[in-house]
């Protein structure tokens, strides 16, 4: 299993600072995914990036798969509050039922 | 909600009980999987099963037994386990996309074992 590392392993910041959050690896995937994990939660897919380069955003997430597909890189504006959470990536191939998982980001965001 | 579910969401067992965990999708996938969690580990899976078939199995101790009666359920049979057995034990379902296969989440069982 090809291992994917997180960084940084916590992070704490102010309300309204930005934030980013990578994930690296020495191995190409097909897609990656971001999850969010709430406490006593199951992670709760974000998103997909597929292509290498992709850029993705969901308000004000913004989610970047590398052009060589082994990396990404999650960035939070303006975090908020609810923003908490473990941020998990894993990554994906073809035909392969498993995924494989970083250790994960704990953000916290103070109010 | 994520179109999975897991009951019970809390289980607190001796060492010497039975118990059984449940998970059902409602999402339409041919996929299932097992994972742990423990504090400060990453996720560890447990078993996969793929139309009913297990397909994985994660040198998990015989303590654990998986069931998949059909593409919908998939039960995580416990017995005589140990404290170091505690943990959050979470249920996915995934479908293959674009990329490979995309996984979504139960709410988990939080488990502590006594």
């Known amino acids: 299993t090809q291992l994917l590392e997180q960084s940084p392993q916590f992070l704490s910041i102010q309300e309204g600072e930005n934030l980013t959050v990578y994930c690296n690896s020495s191995s190409v995937f097909s897609s990656l995914q971001w999850y969010r994990q709430e406490p006593g939660e199951g992670p709760v897919l974000l998103v997909t990036?597929?292509?290498?380069?992709e850029v993705k955003k969901l308000k004000r997430l913004t989610f970047q798969f590398g052009d060589a597909r082994k990396d990404s890189s999650l960035h939070i504006t303006a975090a908020q509050p609810g923003d908490t959470g473990l941020y998990l990536c894993a990554g994906a191939q073809l035909s392969d039922y498993k995924l494989s998982f970083g250790a994960g980001t704990t953000v916290t965001v103070r109010a | 909600e994520t179109g999975v579910t897991q009951t019970p969401r809390h289980l607190v067992m001796g060492m010497t009980n039975k118990k059984s965990l449940k998970c059902e999708q409602h999402l339409g996938h041919n996929a299932m999987y097992w994972y742990k969690q423990s504090a400060k580990k990453p996720l560890e899976l447990m078993f996969v099963y793929s139309l009913e078939e297990r397909v994985e199995n994660n040198s998990v101790p015989s303590r654990f037994s998986p069931e998949c009666p059909n593409s919908s359920h998939l039960f995580l049979h416990l017995h005589t386990l140990q404290p170091e057995d505690s943990a959050l034990y979470l249920c996915a379902s995934s479908q293959e996309v674009a990329g490979g296969y995309e996984q979504y989440f139960g709410p988990g069982t939080r488990l502590t074992v006594t």
């Open positions: 990036v597929v292509t290498g380069g």
